[in-house]
């Protein structure tokens, strides 16, 4: 059976500036020197990680990086925390340093809070790369939470300041605060929600309602890409999360359905356009 999909790209999907920020960067010092290493993924996305690692770029972790001296490594997107940078100094390391400026803005913010003796409560992901930076800033006092029921059973201080991690939704940031606030709490709101990835929700919704199928392409690993992803199920029901080509299938169609694709801050455009190809086969 031929189905003749009518297969159209999101065009405001695809990497945020702060992805390719670090990309361009890696890019040109792999092209120069033939390797380069990055302390932990580069991006969410292991399609557009194993291209680059095949350009040379090696992913280190953290123990990785006390044994490692007189080398060059990149500091991606998400940011560092202090320690990091300490290590890098000892161990006579160049740090290429691709932080979102969001991010770094957002790591400021949090220091001179926690300087001011401000008590801090993050709304972000346990152990994701940019949250850790975050906890960095604060000697990793500030309490973090990624949903609100965790802090019924927390002894919270009266008075806090609240933050978020820059991909987290901001409608669910809002809501937070304002459940908090009704809890009694003396919250301080300080909205440090990235604009280009918050505005891609309302870009995603006047987008998914056109077609009667949605792939939604993302690494397994994107916080932003399940926080986007839920915006296209909220909005066309018939919308599916896939990471590579490997996981679609003819049978999720009808012939001549109309059929878009979207994807998270850290999809390679060049990973929509090869399933856009590949449904185009059916």
Known sequence: MTYNLQVTIDSSSGF????????????????????????????????????????????????????????????????????????????????????????????????????????????????????????????????????????????????????????KSTDKFYKIKDELINRGYEVKANDTICRQVSNRNDELRDFVLNYDKIIFVSGKKSSNGKVLFEVCKQYNANTYFISSTAELSPNLFSPGEKVGICGATSTPMWLMEKVKAHLETY
Do not use: W
Request: some cysteine.
């Open 16 to 167: 945020c500036f702060g992805v390719v920020y670090a990309i361009d960067m890696a890019e040109a010092i792999l092209e120069e020197d033939g390797y380069l290493y990055c302390l932990g993924d580069i991006v969410h996305n292991d399609e557009e990680v194993d291209r680059l690692k095949a350009k040379g770029l090696r992913i280190i972790g953290h123990e990785d990086l006390k044994n490692l001296k007189n080398e060059k490594v990149l500091i991606r997107a998400h940011g560092e925390a202090p320690q990091t940078y300490k290590t890098a100094l000892e161990n006579n390391i160049m740090l290429i340093d691709a932080s979102c400026p969001v991010v770094l803005k957002l790591q400021h913010r949090i220091k001179t809070s926690f300087d001011s003796k401000e008590a801090i409560v993050i709304f972000g992901k346990h152990g994701h790369a940019e949250v850790i930076g975050l906890q960095g800033q604060t000697n990793n006092a500030a309490l973090v939470f990624q949903d609100i029921s965790e802090l019924d059973t927390i002894d919270l201080p009266s008075k806090f300041t609240l933050y978020s991690q820059t991909t």
